[in-house]
């Protein structure tokens, strides 16, 4: 009989029904079917689902990336082009640091892959940077704002397993960085080998002077991280309440310091985020019924026997688990993943000792790859539509900064520590 749950679910995603209402039918379906619950249960436990304070840092952590591109953005891009343009392909590895940056800012992969690859995208198919690398390359990099803190995908795995959320987001810092450096250190070699960027270094010469401008202009933006991971991380603040303060901090910026978010602007951002927040929401709010489905009716003990009878090797079932998150990834919106398999399968590595916080990490890197591989490839498909490209433009250039992605992902599962050091968990 559960099998209705997931063929219907399928059905649903495949002809293309957004996620949240493909859940919705598919446990409306299950319950009719099954005939012992009536399906009044399937909104109720919607409400129930998003009736956690925790969920309010979600949309706040939007608006204040939204809020961080008047200003704020442009100024932490001149920075990293200053620290980073001398190195081969530096024009790409300002890019990618510029998304590191932002990541610390928003959280999220698609606001961080928008507002860094309409400002640095067409200059870099201007300096003479294939556009299909182009797209590839801040599409990789902007998914890590789904990595480093403050990730809304941490955020969301944390809440959906019942993790501390501070915990949680330190865990990002390592493993986000290092995705940082490593496609820096791809984009130099790539940089060297094709001739991009070759005169990078000489177009921008800059004086003391306007090296110290541009460091005294990005310090304020690059204290937002400190308030959102230091209120949390020191018992300061709450997640929520951290996500307040960033907003206001956000706005305060872009109205008063760098004055370049005007009364229309401003509306314009909160609807945008509106929207996007909404977006998530029901996807959060769907994966509540589909959750106590399977705590109902045991889905997780019978699947953990399943795929323990298949191997007890720990390696041979963790890699399974990271094939199957990258598959789904490919066609589902990597929030989703995260809400809906995020208690299904940590019980099943729990098993065979992974930790929780690790885990969280390996399933965040797992839905940064599927964000950037075809059909569903939604941080692709953002920085396409910013330099006008289809997404088979990027082939094979985008296959090969996944994989990396990869190698992180088999890296970190077998140095776990890596991850876990933070929290003196060894």
């Known amino acids: 009989m559960i099998g209705i749950l997931f063929i219907v679910l399928l059905l649903m995603l495949l002809i293309g ?47 204040s990336g939204n809020l961080m591109i008047y200003g704020s953005t442009p100024r932490l891009m001149k920075l990293a082009n200053m620290l980073l343009h001398k190195i081969p392909g530096g024009l790409g590895a300002a890019g990618i640091g510029a998304c590191g940056f932002f990541g610390c800012v928003s959280g ?3 606001a961080t892959t928008a507002a860094i690859g309409s400002i640095v995208g067409p200059e870099m198919v201007k300096k003479g940077y294939g556009k ?19 990730s809304i995908t941490l955020v969301l795995y944390a809440v959906a397993v019942n993790l501390s959320i501070g915990s949680m987001l330190m865990c990002g810092m390592i493993p986000g960085f290092m995705c940082v450096a490593g496609f820096i250190l791809l984009n130099t070699f790539i940089s060297k080998k094709r001739g991009y960027g070759a005169n990078d270094a000489d177009e921008y010469n ?19 991280p400190l308030i959102i991971l230091g209120g949390v991380l020191f018992g300061i603040a709450t997640p929520t309440e951290s996500a ?56 997780t003990t019978t699947m953990a026997k399943f795929i323990m009878g298949i191997s007890t090797n720990p390696t041979i079932i963790y890699l399974m688990i990271i094939a199957l998150l990258v598959f789904l990834g490919t066609f589902m ?33 797992a839905t940064c790859i599927g964000s950037c591989t075809p059909p ?4 692709l498909f953002t920085s396409c539509k910013t330099l006008g490209l289809e997404v088979s433009d990027t082939f094979p250039d985008i296959f090969m900064v996944c994989g990396y992605f990869i190698l992180m992902e088999v890296l970190l599962l077998f140095i776990p520590q890596i991850t876990t050091c933070v929290l003196g968990v060894f």
């Open 17 to 63: 029904v957004p996620v949240g209402y493909a859940v919705m039918i598919a446990c409306m379906s299950f319950l009719m079917a099954n005939g012992t619950t009536p399906i009044v249960i399937v909104p109720q436990k919607m409400v129930d689902g998003i009736g956690s304070f925790t969920y309010l840092a979600m949309p706040l952590f939007i608006f």
């Open 108 to 110: 999220s992969g698609v």
């Open 132 to 150: 299909g690398y182009t797209a590839s390359i801040i599409a990789a990099s902007g998914t890590l704002g789904g990595i480093i803190p403050p």
């Open 206 to 224: 800059y004086t003391g002077k306007e090296k110290l401008k541009i460091i005294r202009e990005a310090i304020p933006p690059l204290i937002m």
């Open 244 to 299: 307040v303060l960033a907003t206001v901090y956000a706005a305060f910026l872009a109205l008063f310091v760098y004055r370049e978010l005007n009364l229309k602007s401003f509306f314009k951002v909160a609807v945008d985020s509106a929207l996007s927040a909404a977006s998530i929401m029901v996807i959060i709010s769907a994966a509540a019924p589909f959750g106590w489905i399977m705590t109902a009716h045991n889905v």
């Open 333 to 365: 919106e990597g929030l989703s993943i995260v809400v809906v398999l995020s208690p299904i399968l940590l019980p099943i590595v729990q098993n065979f000792g992974m930790n929780p916080y690790h885990f969280g990490i390996l399933i965040s890197i």
């Open 376 to 379: 569903m490839a939604t941080c």
